[in-house]
Nanobody, 126 residues
Framework: QVQLVESGGGLVQAGGSLRLSCAAS???????????IGWFRQAPGKEREFVAA????????YYADSVKGRFTISRELVKNTVTLQMNSLKPEDTAVYYC????????????????WGQGTQVTVSL
């Protein structure tokens, strides 16, 4: 069983930055070398959408077009943590952000993710 806990959300003005963290408990990502860890977001009235992902074993990264060049996903092997650095934030980035884990390599499909965190709110004001 993989348990994920997000942190780091909050309120920021447009153009600002936030850093989200996703920590794994119990059985670690390193026990499952094929794991992909992803960040998704869901705004009110919209479907959950892919933001970024990283393959835990090799560090390959994937991004949605809407965040390329602004967001950076990375993993910290020792801390068993995945972070999402968000720069140049826009009001349209406002959403609840979720960390998730998938056994499928490099997937960006929300349906491939089995384990989910509880979510953290990110609000970007004008």
């Amino acid at each position: 069983q993989v348990q994920l806990v997000e942190s780091g959300g909050g309120l920021v003005q447009a153009g600002g930055s936030l850093r989200l963290s996703c920590a794994a408990s119990a059985r670690t990502f390193s026990s499952y070398t094929s794991y992909t860890i992803g960040w998704f977001r869901q705004a009110p009235g919209k479907e959950r959408e892919f933001v970024a992902a990283v393959r835990w074993s090799v560090g390959d990264t994937y991004y949605a077009d809407s965040v390329k060049g602004r967001f950076t996903i990375s993993r910290e092997l020792v801390k068993n943590t995945v972070t999402l650095q968000m720069n140049s934030l826009k009001p349209e980035d406002t959403a609840v952000y979720y960390c998730a884990a998938s056994i499928f390599r490099g997937t960006v499909n929300v349906d491939d993710y089995r384990y989910w965190g509880q979510g953290t709110q990110v609000t970007v004001s004008l």
